[in-house]
């Protein structure tokens, strides 16, 4: 029983929040790759809302642990500029157009003092845009070496 009421509220929270003119306040933990920050969402149930991870909506950034050492030294500017931007940790954000992905981990538009990180991103050559996530959809990364 205590299982059921446990899903019961979590199936909740993760229905009613996202709606695409919804603004939500984060406080970000840590930036584990260019494109995928940890964060505490205070005005989400703690189950759902602390410690969680957020990819950013429609955008595609090297990996830390890529194929090639072009895309490792990318990953790493990104992840300096991104630093520089937020100056600290933790620091406070915007989320925009939230959705929720497999294994808890949220997409949405991350705004930094107002301006998009991942059009940021682009604009440097950190990132590029991509097809935004559909719920249950998996998107093709693109292929860093080879660009």
């Known amino acids: 029983m205590k299982y ?27 930036f584990e790759h260019p494109n995928i920050l940890k964060v505490d969402i205070p005005s989400f149930p703690d189950v759902t ?21 072009e895309e490792k030294l990318l990953a790493m500017k990104a ?4 630093n520089s931007r937020l100056k600290k940790i933790p620091a406070r954000i915007a989320l925009t157009n939230m959705r929720r992905g497999k294994y808890f981990v949220y997409h ?21 845009r991509i097809a935004k996530h559909q719920l249950g959809k998996t998107i093709k990364r693109i292929d860093w070496c080879d660009t």
Not at 49 to 69: A, K, W
Not at 79 to 82: D, K, M, T
Not at 112 to 126: A, F, H, P
Request: net charge negative.
């Open 4 to 30: 059921l009421m446990f899903s019961l509220i979590l199936l909740s929270s993760f229905i009613s929040f996202a709606s695409d003119d919804e603004i939500f306040t984060a406080t970000v933990l840590k």
């Open 49 to 69: 809302g602390r410690g969680v991870y957020v990819t950013l909506l429609g955008f595609d950034s090297p990996s830390i642990h890529g194929e090639c050492d």
């Open 79 to 82: 992840l300096a500029y991104i």
């Open 108 to 128: 949405a538009d991350v705004l930094i003092d107002g301006s998009s990180l991942g059009e940021e991103l682009v604009i440097l050559g950190y990132s590029k």
